[in-house]
């Protein structure tokens, strides 16, 4: 496979405003060749846990949107439901955690779609071509009903997966039950202390796997098929997924749930690499970053774009007072012996999910970096 172009601009604004440069990425990346006219077009991000301000400014999305508007599309912003217990884990608290960081139809000129409804369970089961694990993704039904699908990318640690880029950002698509799959071996469990015996669980179970003999929920984990409906439905979030799956293997299924959203739809894909924290937009706070800011990338090829990032990351100095700056201090170093992402998360190997992104045919990870 050739090598796919990734676009790069760095962060230097004395002459023009940054979301300037960004439209201006986005052009010579080639995005006025996509066919937008009348296309509902899904922008894809991460609306960040309330807590975190390591996630994007809503003038990045705006940016994207007015762009899409300009070629005539129909652009909103998209995220699914957290499978964890959060701000953002049905859509009612999910669209209040976005207004309060700011991603609002007058910050942005168009809405957020929470894309797998109301409790996560609004969702299409779509064939991945070429799976290993994961014969069909549940994917949130408004991804699946766009006609282009744009992701943008905060780029950053991530504590199972390396680091949070543009495959993973992606593959968060799945609705709660598609997240149960991706992040378990696929059944959840029950916390006693938390369970007050209401029955909702059993009521929302198409398998009967609860019994309440002894006044709380309990769980038969032979009848369980993983579809993460009761969690969705406890009211008191006594039911927990175990998040038990291996890395690596969590790595190749969100490949595979980005195969499944991606295939058969005009895509492009942005990455900022700024303000990149050792963890998720998901924790409630975010860390210092590790690395000066660097800039934006846009590519069509989600794995070229990652693999660019991860490099760019890498050949940056160590910022002083982070997380890698002391674990490297307390290894008695001058900057990191090997990868930064490993260094921070020692059981990840992020190559996993783009080796396999690469058998999937999602792209290449040989990339030819243009600066514009
Ligand atoms: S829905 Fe939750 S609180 Fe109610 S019985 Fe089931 S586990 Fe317990
Ligand atoms: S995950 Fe689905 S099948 Fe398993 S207990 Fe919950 S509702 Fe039933």
């Known amino acids: 496979m050739a090598a796919s172009k990734v676009y790069f601009t760095d962060f230097s ?24 006219e009348n296309k509902f077009t899904c922008i894809k991000l991460h609306l960040g846990e309330p807590g975190n301000l390591g996630y994007l400014r809503p003038n990045y999305a705006k940016t994207v949107a007015d762009l899409v508007k300009e070629l005539g599309g129909k652009p909103f912003l998209s995220d699914a439901n957290t499978l964890y217990v959060g701000r953002r884990k049905n859509a009612l608290e999910h669209l209040e955690a976005a207004y309060e960081n700011g991603f609002s139809p007058f910050s942005t000129g168009c809405h957020v779609i929470i894309a797998d409804g109301l409790k996560g369970t609004d969702e299409v089961e779509v064939p991945v071509a070429g ?14 009903d766009a006609d282009v699908f744009l992701s943008l990318t905060h780029f950053k640690g991530h504590q199972s997966t390396g680091f ?22 696929g059944i959840p469990s029950v916390n006693a202390k938390k369970c007050v015996g209401c029955r909702i669980c059993g009521q929302n179970c198409a398998h009967g796997a609860f019994s309440y003999d002894s006044g709380k929920a309990s769980l038969d984990e032979g009848k369980c098929t993983g579809c993460g409906r009761c969690i969705a439905h406890c009211p008191t979030d006594a039911i927990q997924c175990k998040w038990d799956e291996a890395r690596s293997v969590l790595s190749k299924k969100v490949a595979e749930y980005t195969k499944a959203v991606v295939d058969g739809r005009p895509c492009f894909h942005v990455t900022l690499v700024m303000d990149v924290s050792p963890t998720c937009d998901c924790d409630t706070c975010n860390d210092l970053p590790v690395i000066p800011d660097v800039g934006m990338f846009a590519s069509f090829d989600p794995v070229a774009l990652d693999q660019a990032c991860a490099d760019a990351v890498n050949a940056q100095t160590v910022a002083k007072g982070s997380l890698l700056d002391e674990i490297v201090r307390e290894q008695g170093l001058d900057k990191p012996k090997g990868e930064y992402f490993r260094t921070m998360h020692p059981d990840t190997r992020w190559e996993d999910g783009l080796e396999h992104a690469e058998k999937l045919g999602l792209g290449t990870r040989e990339y030819e970096l243009i600066e514009i």
């Open 13 to 36: 604004a004395r002459k023009e405003p940054l979301q300037r440069k960004l439209y201006r990425l986005m052009v010579a990346a080639g995005i006025k060749n996509m066919d937008f």
């Open 131 to 144: 799976a290993e694990y994961c014969p069909t993704a549940k994917i949130g039904r408004a991804f699946m």
């Open 164 to 185: 949070g880029g543009c495959l993973k950002n992606i593959g968060m698509v799945g609705s709660r039950a598609g997240k149960m799959e991706m992040h378990s071996r």
